[in-house]
């Protein structure tokens, strides 16, 4: 199979006179001793972590098991994160190993978001905690994506041709070591990423968490969100076409934004949102 990139490695005339413009750079597998990917990770995951406590405390959420729950969402995201993407051939002899996998197979944000709600769900199961914690981890999740993100700006292919000038042209070693196309300008997907998980925190930190919602609503609508997105982006991101022009990402999501799209869809027909966007006057002058 080829990546999307790998259709279109010629430069045309309009990538031509892009990549006069576009960025030309490397990418930066370590800064200084430390790994790029894991250092940015990690600065996420303490991100959403800050978020988290401060999110808790202005809702109240004080309840020791909590942290019970966090640990969940840390293990089961880390788990998934390495391992979602280790079976990819029905016959199970051409997998990799899980050791392999574990070691050194591709890492799937998506697989990290699922491992993560099932991790939350069974430490709420082991606990007996009972209350949602949706709100609690949607902004803390989205800030935490924007900065985990700059690991894969400055370690992965870019994405796909574009002939626009703000695309990043790849130096020949690094697009050899990334097998890429050099002297191209490349849509640097991850940018656009960052720009959407930064747009969603905002949203969510100065808007949704603050309306009437049911509990947990707004993890709803930024994994709505950000599925819709994630599957028109992969058009761009020179991942590995899997089947009908659609990568494993896209598989995933055509099955899970139907289900997503359908329970808001329920929301709606109930007045969830309508009810959330009055103004808290019109709310206290609503009659009883």
Request: aromatic residues 10%.
């Amino acid at each position: 199979m080829r990546t999307r990139s790998a259709w279109c490695t010629a430069p045309t005339g309009a990538a031509r006179n892009a990549s006069s413009r576009a960025i030309l750079t490397p990418v930066y597998p370590f800064l200084g001793p430390i790994p790029t990917h894991g250092l940015f990770v990690g600065l996420g995951v303490l991100a959403a972590a800050v978020v988290f406590v401060l999110e808790a405390r202005r809702r109240g959420a004080r309840d020791e098991r909590l942290v019970f729950v966090v640990m969940g969402a840390l293990v089961g995201g880390a788990i998934l994160m390495r391992m979602g993407t280790w079976l990819q051939h029905v016959d199970l002899r051409e997998n990799a190993s899980i050791t392999e996998q574990w070691l050194y197979g591709n890492r799937s944000i998506l697989g990290g978001l699922f491992g993560a709600w099932a991790g939350v769900h069974v430490a709420k199961r082991l606990t007996g905690y009972r209350l949602r914690t949706g709100d609690l981890f949607a902004p803390a999740v989205a800030l935490g994506m924007a900065v985990g993100r700059v690991g894969c700006l400055l370690t992965e292919e870019p994405g796909t041709p574009t002939g626009h000038g703000w695309g990043i042209t790849l130096d020949a070693a690094t697009a050899h070591r990334l097998h890429a196309p050099a002297g191209v300008p490349l849509h640097p997907s991850f940018v656009y990423e960052i720009a959407f998980h930064l747009v969603a925190f905002l949203l969510l930190w100065f808007w949704l968490r603050r309306l009437d919602l049911p509990p947990g609503e707004t993890f709803t609508l930024y994994v709505a969100g950000y599925a819709l997105f994630r599957f028109l982006v992969e058009f761009v991101r020179g991942n590995e076409v899997a089947w009908e022009g659609l990568t494993r990402p896209q598989l995933v999501l055509a099955v899970t934004i139907p289900l997503l799209l359908a329970r808001i869809a329920w929301q709606v027909g109930r007045g969830v949102y309508a009810r959330a966007a009055a103004t808290p006057n019109d709310r206290a002058a609503s009659p009883v």
